[in-house]
Protein backbone atom coordinates (compact mmCIF):
# COMPACT_ATOMS: atom_id res chain seq x y z
CA UNK A 1 0.00 0.00 0.00
CA UNK A 2 2.84 2.44 0.77
CA UNK A 3 4.08 1.77 -2.83
CA UNK A 4 1.13 2.24 -4.34
CA UNK A 5 1.04 5.74 -2.51
CA UNK A 6 4.32 6.60 -3.00
CA UNK A 7 3.67 5.53 -6.92
CA UNK A 8 0.86 8.23 -7.02
CA UNK A 9 2.22 10.75 -5.22
CA UNK A 10 5.08 10.43 -7.57
CA UNK A 11 2.84 10.72 -10.66
CA UNK A 12 1.12 13.86 -9.25
CA UNK A 13 3.90 15.34 -8.83
CA UNK A 14 5.51 14.82 -12.54
CA UNK A 15 2.24 16.15 -13.41
CA UNK A 16 2.07 19.31 -11.34
CA UNK A 17 6.05 19.34 -12.59
CA UNK A 18 4.33 19.55 -16.37
CA UNK A 19 1.79 22.20 -15.64
CA UNK A 20 4.22 24.60 -14.10
CA UNK A 21 6.76 25.01 -16.83
CA UNK A 22 7.57 28.42 -16.37
CA UNK A 23 9.04 27.27 -13.18
CA UNK A 24 11.16 24.46 -14.47
CA UNK A 25 14.25 24.77 -17.26
CA UNK A 26 13.11 21.68 -18.84
CA UNK A 27 9.27 22.50 -20.36
CA UNK A 28 6.57 20.56 -22.95
CA UNK A 29 6.17 23.08 -25.60
CA UNK A 30 4.11 21.21 -27.61
CA UNK A 31 2.13 17.66 -27.68
CA UNK A 32 1.30 15.95 -31.11
CA UNK A 33 -0.81 13.29 -30.23
CA UNK A 34 0.25 10.49 -27.66
CA UNK A 35 4.29 12.32 -27.87
CA UNK A 36 5.63 15.44 -26.02
CA UNK A 37 8.17 17.75 -27.92
CA UNK A 38 10.21 19.64 -24.90
CA UNK A 39 12.28 22.78 -25.00
CA UNK A 40 15.40 20.17 -24.65
CA UNK A 41 14.73 18.98 -27.84
CA UNK A 42 14.43 21.73 -29.79
CA UNK A 43 17.63 23.08 -28.03
CA UNK A 44 19.71 19.73 -28.88
CA UNK A 45 18.52 20.05 -32.53
CA UNK A 46 19.23 23.58 -33.15
CA UNK A 47 22.73 22.83 -31.19
CA UNK A 48 23.61 19.92 -33.81
CA UNK A 49 22.11 21.70 -37.15
CA UNK A 50 24.54 24.69 -35.93
CA UNK A 51 27.64 22.02 -35.76
CA UNK A 52 26.71 20.60 -39.28
CA UNK A 53 26.33 24.09 -40.70
CA UNK A 54 22.09 23.46 -41.57
CA UNK A 55 20.84 26.63 -42.02
CA UNK A 56 17.70 27.59 -40.56
CA UNK A 57 15.48 29.55 -42.46
CA UNK A 58 13.66 31.93 -39.36
CA UNK A 59 13.28 31.63 -35.95
CA UNK A 60 14.92 28.46 -34.92
CA UNK A 61 12.62 27.77 -31.81
CA UNK A 62 9.48 27.94 -33.97
CA UNK A 63 10.84 26.34 -36.91
CA UNK A 64 12.35 23.46 -35.51
CA UNK A 65 8.82 22.51 -33.03
CA UNK A 66 7.46 22.76 -36.32
CA UNK A 67 9.51 19.97 -38.04
CA UNK A 68 9.14 17.85 -35.06
CA UNK A 69 5.74 18.13 -34.90
CA UNK A 70 5.38 17.16 -38.94
CA UNK A 71 7.76 14.18 -38.43
CA UNK A 72 5.56 13.09 -35.95
CA UNK A 73 2.62 13.03 -37.88
CA UNK A 74 4.86 11.06 -40.48
CA UNK A 75 5.95 8.06 -37.50
CA UNK A 76 2.42 7.88 -35.99
CA UNK A 77 1.49 6.87 -39.93
CA UNK A 78 4.21 4.55 -40.24
CA UNK A 79 3.29 2.56 -37.20
CA UNK A 80 0.10 2.26 -38.95
CA UNK A 81 1.44 0.77 -41.70
CA UNK A 82 4.10 -1.34 -40.28
CA UNK A 83 6.72 0.84 -41.74
CA UNK A 84 10.32 0.32 -40.18
CA UNK A 85 13.74 0.70 -41.59
CA UNK A 86 16.76 -1.52 -40.53
CA UNK A 87 19.80 -0.28 -38.70
CA UNK A 88 21.89 -0.91 -40.91
CA UNK A 89 20.23 1.09 -43.42
CA UNK A 90 21.70 3.95 -41.55
CA UNK A 91 25.33 3.21 -39.59
CA UNK A 92 27.16 4.45 -42.44
CA UNK A 93 25.88 7.59 -42.58
CA UNK A 94 25.92 7.50 -38.83
CA UNK A 95 29.58 6.96 -39.11
CA UNK A 96 30.36 9.44 -41.48
CA UNK A 97 28.26 12.15 -39.84
CA UNK A 98 30.31 11.47 -36.63
CA UNK A 99 33.80 11.50 -38.61
CA UNK A 100 32.33 15.12 -40.30
CA UNK A 101 31.74 16.51 -36.82
CA UNK A 102 34.77 15.34 -35.71
CA UNK A 103 36.82 16.83 -38.61
CA UNK A 104 34.74 20.06 -37.96
CA UNK A 105 35.70 20.24 -33.83
CA UNK A 106 39.21 18.84 -34.24
CA UNK A 107 38.97 15.54 -31.82
CA UNK A 108 36.57 13.60 -30.45
CA UNK A 109 37.25 15.29 -27.02
CA UNK A 110 36.57 18.63 -28.07
CA UNK A 111 32.96 17.22 -30.15
CA UNK A 112 31.83 15.81 -26.81
CA UNK A 113 32.71 19.25 -24.67
CA UNK A 114 30.96 21.40 -27.38
CA UNK A 115 27.81 18.65 -27.04
CA UNK A 116 27.97 17.84 -23.52
CA UNK A 117 27.59 14.57 -24.11
CA UNK A 118 29.55 11.12 -25.03
CA UNK A 119 30.43 10.67 -28.21
CA UNK A 120 28.12 7.22 -27.85
CA UNK A 121 25.44 9.23 -26.48
CA UNK A 122 25.50 11.52 -30.01
CA UNK A 123 25.60 8.67 -31.86
CA UNK A 124 22.65 6.91 -30.48
CA UNK A 125 21.00 10.12 -30.79
CA UNK A 126 22.17 10.29 -35.01
CA UNK A 127 21.25 6.81 -35.35
CA UNK A 128 17.54 7.42 -34.33
CA UNK A 129 17.79 10.54 -36.30
CA UNK A 130 18.75 9.05 -39.49
CA UNK A 131 16.21 6.04 -39.13
CA UNK A 132 13.56 8.23 -38.27
CA UNK A 133 14.45 10.71 -41.34
CA UNK A 134 14.29 7.31 -43.78
CA UNK A 135 11.14 6.30 -42.45
CA UNK A 136 9.50 9.59 -43.22
CA UNK A 137 10.76 9.43 -46.90
CA UNK A 138 8.76 6.20 -47.26
CA UNK A 139 6.07 7.17 -45.97
CA UNK A 140 5.73 10.25 -48.08
CA UNK A 141 6.91 7.75 -50.88
CA UNK A 142 3.90 5.89 -50.30
CA UNK A 143 1.80 9.16 -50.13
CA UNK A 144 2.97 9.48 -54.01
CA UNK A 145 3.83 6.82 -55.65
CA UNK A 146 0.58 6.74 -57.68
CA UNK A 147 1.71 10.53 -59.64
CA UNK A 148 2.40 10.51 -63.29
CA UNK A 149 3.38 14.01 -65.02
CA UNK A 150 2.66 14.15 -68.43
CA UNK A 151 4.33 16.13 -71.15
CA UNK A 152 1.68 18.42 -71.03
CA UNK A 153 1.88 19.44 -67.76
CA UNK A 154 5.69 19.91 -67.98
CA UNK A 155 5.12 22.47 -70.62
CA UNK A 156 2.46 24.35 -69.41
CA UNK A 157 5.02 24.61 -66.27
CA UNK A 158 7.47 26.18 -68.35
CA UNK A 159 5.38 28.02 -70.44
CA UNK A 160 3.74 30.27 -66.90
CA UNK A 161 7.22 31.05 -65.88
CA UNK A 162 8.56 34.76 -66.44
CA UNK A 163 11.57 34.77 -68.49
CA UNK A 164 13.65 36.47 -65.46
CA UNK A 165 12.18 33.90 -63.15
CA UNK A 166 13.83 30.93 -65.44
CA UNK A 167 14.81 28.28 -62.80
CA UNK A 168 19.01 27.76 -62.63
CA UNK A 169 20.06 24.53 -63.48
CA UNK A 170 23.37 24.01 -62.19
CA UNK A 171 26.61 22.52 -63.80
CA UNK A 172 26.59 18.71 -64.47
CA UNK A 173 28.87 16.17 -65.41
CA UNK A 174 29.26 12.63 -66.66
CA UNK A 175 32.43 10.84 -64.95
CA UNK A 176 33.94 7.73 -66.00
CA UNK A 177 36.38 5.70 -63.07
CA UNK A 178 39.29 3.26 -63.58
CA UNK A 179 40.20 2.35 -60.51
CA UNK A 180 43.37 -0.33 -58.71
CA UNK A 181 43.28 -1.88 -55.91
CA UNK A 182 46.71 -2.20 -54.04
CA UNK A 183 48.26 -5.82 -54.05
CA UNK A 184 48.58 -6.61 -50.51
CA UNK A 185 51.78 -8.70 -49.52
CA UNK A 186 50.91 -12.11 -48.77
CA UNK A 187 52.72 -11.56 -45.33
CA UNK A 188 50.05 -8.80 -43.75
CA UNK A 189 46.94 -11.51 -44.98
CA UNK A 190 48.31 -13.99 -43.30
CA UNK A 191 49.12 -11.57 -40.32
CA UNK A 192 45.27 -10.92 -40.32
CA UNK A 193 44.39 -14.44 -40.69
CA UNK A 194 46.62 -15.49 -38.07
CA UNK A 195 44.84 -12.44 -35.94
CA UNK A 196 41.68 -13.60 -36.39
CA UNK A 197 41.95 -17.24 -35.40
CA UNK A 198 43.20 -16.40 -32.13
CA UNK A 199 40.33 -14.58 -31.61
CA UNK A 200 38.78 -17.62 -32.52
CA UNK A 201 40.73 -19.91 -30.13
CA UNK A 202 40.25 -17.60 -27.03
CA UNK A 203 36.52 -17.41 -27.30
CA UNK A 204 36.20 -21.54 -27.96
CA UNK A 205 38.52 -21.80 -24.73
CA UNK A 206 36.32 -19.47 -22.63
CA UNK A 207 39.32 -16.86 -22.41
CA UNK A 208 36.98 -14.22 -24.17
CA UNK A 209 33.12 -13.02 -25.44
CA UNK A 210 33.37 -12.53 -29.01
CA UNK A 211 31.45 -9.77 -28.12
CA UNK A 212 34.20 -8.44 -25.90
CA UNK A 213 37.07 -8.97 -28.63
CA UNK A 214 34.45 -7.03 -31.46
CA UNK A 215 34.27 -4.02 -29.37
CA UNK A 216 38.27 -4.07 -29.05
CA UNK A 217 39.93 -5.04 -32.13
CA UNK A 218 36.95 -5.12 -34.84
CA UNK A 219 37.46 -2.20 -37.10
CA UNK A 220 33.75 -2.16 -38.65
CA UNK A 221 33.34 0.52 -35.85
CA UNK A 222 29.63 0.75 -36.19
CA UNK A 223 28.88 -2.86 -35.34
CA UNK A 224 31.91 -2.83 -33.20
CA UNK A 225 30.19 -0.83 -30.68
CA UNK A 226 27.01 -3.16 -30.38
CA UNK A 227 30.22 -6.04 -29.98
CA UNK A 228 29.96 -6.94 -33.38
CA UNK A 229 26.11 -7.11 -33.98
CA UNK A 230 24.95 -6.77 -37.40
CA UNK A 231 21.05 -7.31 -36.21
CA UNK A 232 18.37 -8.89 -38.79
CA UNK A 233 19.71 -8.74 -42.08
CA UNK A 234 18.85 -10.58 -45.46
CA UNK A 235 20.88 -12.34 -47.55
CA UNK A 236 20.50 -9.63 -50.40
CA UNK A 237 21.80 -6.90 -47.35
CA UNK A 238 25.28 -8.85 -47.07
CA UNK A 239 28.18 -9.16 -49.03
CA UNK A 240 27.71 -12.11 -50.89
CA UNK A 241 31.04 -13.89 -49.56
CA UNK A 242 30.10 -13.16 -46.23
CA UNK A 243 26.42 -14.26 -46.59
CA UNK A 244 27.57 -17.48 -47.89
CA UNK A 245 29.13 -18.51 -44.38
CA UNK A 246 26.80 -16.87 -42.33
CA UNK A 247 23.75 -18.73 -43.40
CA UNK A 248 25.66 -22.06 -43.00
CA UNK A 249 26.09 -21.25 -39.20
CA UNK A 250 23.74 -23.59 -36.93
CA UNK A 251 25.74 -23.09 -33.33
CA UNK A 252 26.22 -20.05 -31.93
CA UNK A 253 28.82 -21.70 -29.84
CA UNK A 254 30.72 -22.33 -33.00
CA UNK A 255 32.93 -19.92 -34.75
CA UNK A 256 32.89 -19.45 -38.61
CA UNK A 257 36.43 -20.20 -40.55
CA UNK A 258 38.35 -16.46 -42.10
CA UNK A 259 36.45 -15.35 -45.01
CA UNK A 260 37.39 -12.58 -47.26
CA UNK A 261 34.73 -10.40 -48.53
CA UNK A 262 35.30 -6.53 -50.11
CA UNK A 263 35.48 -5.29 -46.76
CA UNK A 264 38.22 -7.30 -45.70
CA UNK A 265 38.75 -10.74 -43.41
CA UNK A 266 36.19 -11.43 -40.83
CA UNK A 267 35.38 -14.12 -38.48
CA UNK A 268 31.64 -14.81 -37.72
CA UNK A 269 29.08 -15.97 -34.73
CA UNK A 270 25.54 -17.02 -34.83
CA UNK A 271 23.36 -14.94 -32.31
CA UNK A 272 19.99 -16.06 -33.96
CA UNK A 273 17.73 -17.16 -36.93
CA UNK A 274 14.13 -16.40 -37.83
CA UNK A 275 13.09 -17.25 -41.37
CA UNK A 276 15.02 -16.01 -43.88
CA UNK A 277 16.88 -13.81 -41.86
CA UNK A 278 20.02 -13.71 -39.56
CA UNK A 279 21.66 -12.20 -36.54
CA UNK A 280 24.96 -12.15 -36.72
CA UNK A 281 28.38 -11.03 -34.63
CA UNK A 282 31.81 -10.60 -36.37
CA UNK A 283 35.24 -9.10 -36.27
CA UNK A 284 36.55 -7.53 -39.30
CA UNK A 285 40.20 -6.41 -39.89
CA UNK A 286 41.10 -4.86 -42.39
CA UNK A 287 44.90 -5.44 -44.19
CA UNK A 288 47.27 -2.17 -44.37
CA UNK A 289 48.20 -0.82 -47.53
CA UNK A 290 51.94 -0.01 -47.70
CA UNK A 291 52.93 3.05 -49.20
CA UNK A 292 54.82 1.08 -51.30
CA UNK A 293 52.05 -1.04 -52.78
CA UNK A 294 49.80 1.90 -53.46
CA UNK A 295 52.48 3.80 -55.23
CA UNK A 296 52.62 0.30 -57.27
CA UNK A 297 48.98 0.61 -58.05
CA UNK A 298 49.38 4.40 -58.62
CA UNK A 299 52.34 2.86 -61.44
CA UNK A 300 50.52 0.59 -62.81
CA UNK A 301 47.59 3.44 -63.74
CA UNK A 302 50.13 5.82 -65.20
CA UNK A 303 50.77 3.13 -68.03
CA UNK A 304 47.14 2.32 -68.52
CA UNK A 305 46.70 5.92 -68.50
CA UNK A 306 50.04 6.20 -71.42
CA UNK A 307 48.37 3.26 -73.45
CA UNK A 308 44.87 4.85 -73.53
CA UNK A 309 46.36 8.15 -74.63
CA UNK A 310 48.59 6.73 -77.16
CA UNK A 311 46.07 5.04 -78.81
CA UNK A 312 46.59 1.27 -78.12
CA UNK A 313 42.72 1.20 -76.91
CA UNK A 314 40.20 3.44 -75.43
CA UNK A 315 39.16 4.01 -71.46
CA UNK A 316 35.93 2.44 -72.32
CA UNK A 317 37.78 -0.34 -73.37
CA UNK A 318 39.96 -1.04 -70.70
CA UNK A 319 37.57 -0.50 -67.88
CA UNK A 320 35.79 -4.20 -68.21
CA UNK A 321 39.47 -6.10 -68.13
CA UNK A 322 41.56 -3.54 -65.86
CA UNK A 323 39.52 -1.81 -63.38
CA UNK A 324 38.97 -3.32 -59.35
CA UNK A 325 35.53 -0.80 -59.15
CA UNK A 326 32.55 -3.58 -59.27
CA UNK A 327 30.17 -1.13 -59.37
CA UNK A 328 31.09 0.70 -62.76
CA UNK A 329 32.85 -1.92 -64.37
CA UNK A 330 30.53 -3.23 -65.96
CA UNK A 331 29.60 -0.02 -67.45
CA UNK A 332 32.09 1.08 -69.14
CA UNK A 333 33.41 2.76 -65.70
CA UNK A 334 30.23 5.73 -65.78
CA UNK A 335 29.22 6.13 -62.12
CA UNK A 336 26.12 6.42 -61.08
CA UNK A 337 24.81 8.76 -59.16
CA UNK A 338 22.61 7.63 -55.91
CA UNK A 339 23.09 10.87 -53.91
CA UNK A 340 20.88 14.01 -53.86
CA UNK A 341 17.76 14.64 -52.26
CA UNK A 342 14.19 12.55 -52.14
CA UNK A 343 12.68 12.65 -55.68
CA UNK A 344 15.84 14.05 -57.60
CA UNK A 345 15.85 13.42 -61.08
CA UNK A 346 19.30 12.49 -61.06
CA UNK A 347 18.86 9.58 -58.78
CA UNK A 348 19.79 6.31 -60.13
CA UNK A 349 21.37 8.32 -63.38
CA UNK A 350 24.71 9.34 -64.41
CA UNK A 351 24.72 13.01 -64.11
CA UNK A 352 26.50 14.71 -60.88
CA UNK A 353 26.55 18.12 -59.53
CA UNK A 354 30.18 18.92 -58.63
CA UNK A 355 28.71 18.97 -55.23
CA UNK A 356 27.75 15.42 -55.93
CA UNK A 357 30.78 14.09 -56.76
CA UNK A 358 33.09 12.51 -53.82
CA UNK A 359 35.45 15.01 -52.85
CA UNK A 360 38.62 13.30 -54.38
CA UNK A 361 37.24 12.79 -57.64
CA UNK A 362 35.04 16.31 -57.89
CA UNK A 363 38.26 18.05 -56.95
CA UNK A 364 40.03 16.44 -60.18
CA UNK A 365 37.17 16.82 -62.24
CA UNK A 366 36.89 20.08 -61.32
CA UNK A 367 39.48 21.48 -64.27
CA UNK A 368 39.25 19.11 -67.01
CA UNK A 369 37.45 19.36 -70.22
CA UNK A 370 35.16 16.72 -71.95
CA UNK A 371 37.20 13.77 -73.32
CA UNK A 372 39.92 14.60 -70.58
CA UNK A 373 41.60 11.72 -68.36
CA UNK A 374 43.26 13.15 -65.13
CA UNK A 375 46.16 11.52 -63.90
CA UNK A 376 46.43 8.64 -61.41
CA UNK A 377 45.26 10.05 -57.50
CA UNK A 378 44.57 7.98 -54.29
CA UNK A 379 41.27 8.27 -52.56
CA UNK A 380 39.13 6.10 -49.81
CA UNK A 381 35.93 4.09 -52.03
CA UNK A 382 32.50 3.30 -50.83
CA UNK A 383 33.97 0.23 -48.85
CA UNK A 384 37.27 2.30 -46.88
CA UNK A 385 39.57 1.29 -49.03
CA UNK A 386 42.52 3.15 -50.10
CA UNK A 387 42.50 2.74 -54.09
CA UNK A 388 44.18 4.65 -56.80
CA UNK A 389 41.86 6.07 -59.95
CA UNK A 390 41.97 7.55 -62.91
CA UNK A 391 38.36 9.54 -64.44
CA UNK A 392 37.44 10.55 -67.66
CA UNK A 393 34.91 13.30 -68.28
CA UNK A 394 32.73 12.01 -70.63
CA UNK A 395 30.47 14.90 -70.54
CA UNK A 396 29.90 18.86 -68.83
CA UNK A 397 26.93 20.65 -69.13
CA UNK A 398 27.89 24.54 -67.83
CA UNK A 399 25.26 25.66 -66.02
CA UNK A 400 22.33 28.02 -67.61
CA UNK A 401 18.46 29.15 -67.22
CA UNK A 402 16.16 26.15 -68.35
CA UNK A 403 15.28 25.93 -71.58
CA UNK A 404 12.65 22.59 -72.36
CA UNK A 405 15.32 21.49 -75.27
CA UNK A 406 18.14 20.83 -72.93
CA UNK A 407 16.33 20.24 -69.15
CA UNK A 408 13.04 18.70 -70.01
CA UNK A 409 14.15 16.49 -66.93
CA UNK A 410 14.81 18.29 -65.02
CA UNK A 411 11.72 20.72 -65.31
CA UNK A 412 9.93 17.41 -65.17
CA UNK A 413 11.50 16.85 -61.88
CA UNK A 414 10.59 20.22 -60.83
CA UNK A 415 6.73 19.58 -61.69
CA UNK A 416 6.92 16.45 -59.48
CA UNK A 417 8.44 18.03 -56.40
CA UNK A 418 5.87 20.85 -57.00
CA UNK A 419 2.81 18.40 -56.98
CA UNK A 420 4.42 15.89 -54.01
CA UNK A 421 4.83 19.10 -52.09
CA UNK A 422 0.69 19.57 -52.40
CA UNK A 423 -0.11 15.83 -52.14
CA UNK A 424 1.64 16.06 -49.01
CA UNK A 425 0.63 19.50 -47.43
CA UNK A 426 -2.95 18.36 -48.01
CA UNK A 427 -2.37 15.38 -45.86
CA UNK A 428 -0.68 17.29 -43.02
CA UNK A 429 -3.70 19.20 -43.35
CA UNK A 430 -5.97 16.32 -43.01
CA UNK A 431 -3.74 14.81 -39.97
CA UNK A 432 -3.94 18.32 -38.05
CA UNK A 433 -7.73 17.70 -38.06
CA UNK A 434 -7.50 14.20 -37.04
CA UNK A 435 -4.73 14.64 -34.22
CA UNK A 436 -4.74 16.18 -30.64
CA UNK A 437 -2.59 19.28 -31.02
CA UNK A 438 -1.77 21.45 -28.10
CA UNK A 439 1.02 24.08 -27.95
CA UNK A 440 2.27 26.33 -25.28
CA UNK A 441 0.62 29.78 -24.95
CA UNK A 442 4.32 30.97 -24.80
CA UNK A 443 4.87 29.39 -28.48
CA UNK A 444 1.95 30.03 -30.56
CA UNK A 445 3.04 33.01 -31.61
CA UNK A 446 4.84 31.97 -34.43
CA UNK A 447 4.81 32.47 -38.29
CA UNK A 448 4.32 28.69 -38.99
CA UNK A 449 5.04 27.54 -42.14
CA UNK A 450 1.62 25.54 -42.44
CA UNK A 451 -1.45 26.63 -40.59
CA UNK A 452 -3.89 24.39 -38.94
CA UNK A 453 -1.75 24.18 -35.74
CA UNK A 454 -3.05 26.24 -33.39
CA UNK A 455 -6.23 24.73 -33.16
CA UNK A 456 -9.92 26.09 -31.84
Not at 286 to 299: F, G, N, Y
Request: charged share 30%.
Amino acid sequence: MRKFLLLVLITLSNLLALQAQSNVIDQVIWVIGDDAILLSDVENTRLHMEMERQRISGDPYCVIPEQMAIQKLFLHQAKLDSIDIPDSRVYQEVEAQINYAVSQIGSQEKLEEYLHESINAYREELRKNIKEKYIVREVQSNLVKNLKITPAEVRAFFNKIPQDSLPYIETTVEVEILTIEPTVSLAEIDNIKERLRDYTEEVTNGKKQFSTLARLYSQDKVSAERGGELGFLGKGSLDPDFAAVAFELNDPKRISRVIKSEYGYHIIQLIEKRGDRINVRHILLKPEISAEELAEATQKLDSIRNDITGGKFTFEEAVPYLSSDKDTRNNQGLMVNNNGENYSDRIGTSRFEMSELPPEIGKVVYTMKIGDISQPFTMINSKGQQIAAIVKLKSRTEGHKANLSEDFQALRSMVEAEKHQQIIDKWIAKKQKETYIRINDNWKNCDFEKDGWVQK
